[in-house]
């Protein structure tokens, strides 16, 4: 769906921002890892070759069986970074609740609203150290802030760069507070309370929803390791399978079904908040 662009008090050339309700579509900046080294491309090219070298014995007992070797990488190489790219985003929404709370912390201390972002600074200095990618980019921010760049400013350039929900709900309501004056210290803390109470619900949701993905991965482990012991134990009961056109195409709807599954699995315990 084309997400519709909102007007921003502060949208530079470049950098407009997708709406507030947008879900996230991208790799947050300040956590984006680098792409895998030559090491772990190895360890991946080692695994897949492993894995094409069991379905090649134990599904089709043929060499035949090593050109399923391009479509596993392929697909380990999706699965993986679809991985990757979920932890780099729980990492950034763990850091981004801290820095939240953090400012929330100052702002009810009697802080103004730039000072509360140094504490909030200083706070992930301590728990990430400051070559973190987080706490760098919100020391840079600090820096823009004191050279007397306005914090909606500030931060509405920080939402550009990460088009999350509850980024852009924060830019929305300091620039918000701002033109609308009051007691805006008083309702951007209510609000940063607010985003941090969602932001902890969904790591909630992570843990209670821990234990079925591991049950997820004891179900895919089963079907395999139970192949395989027949292979080896006793190849005759499965012996009818192999080099017949019935018994390849019965193995490569299995596999096919298993995929399916796999897919379908971890669609179910991945709830969306």
Request: proline share 4%; glycine share 8%.
């Amino acid at each position: 769906m084309e997400k519709g662009k909102r007007n921003h008090p502060y949208r530079q050339a470049g950098h407009g921002r997708t709406s507030v309700g947008s879900r996230r579509k991208r790799l947050p900046g300040p956590v984006k890892e680098a792409g895998n080294s030559g090491k772990s491309l190895i360890l991946v090219l080692l695994m897949d070759f492993g894995l094409s070298a069991w379905i090649s014995y134990v599904l089709f007992d043929s060499v035949w069986g090593m050109v399923s070797f391009f479509p596993v990488f392929v697909l380990h190489i999706f699965v993986q970074t679809k991985k990757d790219k979920e932890k780099a985003a729980s990492r950034f929404d763990e850091k981004y609740r801290e820095f939240l709370t953090g400012l929330s912390s100052g702002l009810r201390a009697g802080h103004s609203l730039e000072n509360a972002f140094v504490d909030a600074q200083k706070n992930l200095t301590v728990l990430y150290g400051p070559s973190d990618p987080f706490v760098a980019e919100l020391t840079q921010m600090n820096r823009q802030i004191g050279m007397n760049m306005p914090v909606e400013e500030v931060f509405s350039r920080f939402a550009d760069r990460h088009p999350i929900e509850e980024v852009e709900n924060m830019a929305e309501i300091l620039a918000i507070g701002k033109r609308l004056g009051g007691n805006y210290v008083k309702n951007i803390s209510e609000a940063a309370e607010k985003i941090r109470q969602s932001l902890e619900l969904k790591a909630k949701i992570e843990t209670l929803t821990s234990e079925k993905r591991l049950e997820l991965k004891l179900m895919l482990i089963l079907p395999p390791g139970m192949l395989t012991y027949i292979r080896f134990a006793s190849p005759d009961f499965i012996s009818p399978i192999y080099g017949t056109a019935l018994g390849v195409g019965l193995v490569c709807a299995c596999l096919a079904a298993y995929v399916a599954a796999y897919a379908w699995g971890s669609k179910i315990v991945k709830i969306e908040v």
